[in-house]
């Protein structure tokens, strides 16, 4: 079992926007700003798409975005796209676990 | 460009010892953590731990402990995890990551490895 909660799935059509959450505790999620999101390709390496909670790393598009509230945390993809099916995870600093990951979303574009 | 490159494909009975290798390039190595993530079959991403590079510090999941050794060599910036005792259950996808330092990308893995496929098999 996953330290931090994910949906299983989520879907939406093109050009909808779509959210994750990733519910955590008080001693992961909400304990620092340092919430990273990765989408995950079949036979690809994961990807950094947001960290430090809400920040995007250059070159990744602005259609996504992070958020967090308390302890849970969200990752938002607007403008759907085909290209963004893919499995997206969580992970987040734990003082007393180091890094802890969500169990993983798989994101469906109809 | 900025890159980590691992060993290939491994494929061990139970009770064996796996070391994988993961080779940096295009940055300077020391000042970085490299971590361990691996990914079981339908299942999904693991931390596994991490090793400073500039202190040989570690951190280990608890899962794990006892069974894992993660080392580097600065001469030719490669990271090494080496896992005992093999079980079934360890048969993955090992993945190495650079972790973000205070000044960019805090504790978020920005660089990551190709992968290296470890099977556990009689």
């Known amino acids: 079992q996953s330290a931090l909660t994910q949906p299983a799935s989520v879907s939406g059509s093109p050009g909808q926007s779509i959210t994750i959450s990733c519910t955590g505790t008080?001693?992961?999620?909400?304990?620092?700003?340092?919430v990273s999101w990765y989408q995950h390709r079949p036979g690809k390496a994961p990807k950094l798409m947001i960290y430090e909670d809400t920040k995007r790393p250059s070159g990744i598009s602005n259609r996504f975005s992070g958020s967090k509230s308390g302890n849970t945390a969200s990752l938002t993809i607007s403008g759907l796209q085909a290209e963004d099916e893919a499995d997206y995870y969580c992970c987040s600093y734990a003082p007393t676990k180091n890094l802890v990951f969500g169990g993983g979303t798989k994101l469906t574009v109809l | 460009q900025v890159q980590l490159v691992q060993s290939g494909e491994e494929v061990k009975q139970p009770g064996a010892s796996v070391k994988v290798s993961c080779k940096a390039s295009d940055y300077t190595f020391t000042p970085y953590t490299i971590n361990w993530v691996r990914q079981a079959p339908g299942q999904g991403l693991e931390w596994i731990g991490w090793?400073?590079?500039?202190?040989?510090?570690?951190n280990y999941a608890q899962r794990l402990q006892g069974r894992v050794t993660m080392t580097t060599d600065t001469s030719t910036s490669t990271a090494y995890m080496e896992l005992r005792s093999l079980r079934s259950d360890d048969t993955a996808i090992y993945y190495c990551a650079r972790l973000g330092t205070a000044t960019s990308y805090y504790y978020a893995m920005d660089v990551w490895g190709q992968g290296t496929t470890v099977t556990v098999s009689s």
């Open positions: 008080s001693s992961d999620v909400g304990s620092h700003d340092l």
């Open positions: 090793i400073s590079v500039y202190n040989g510090n570690t």
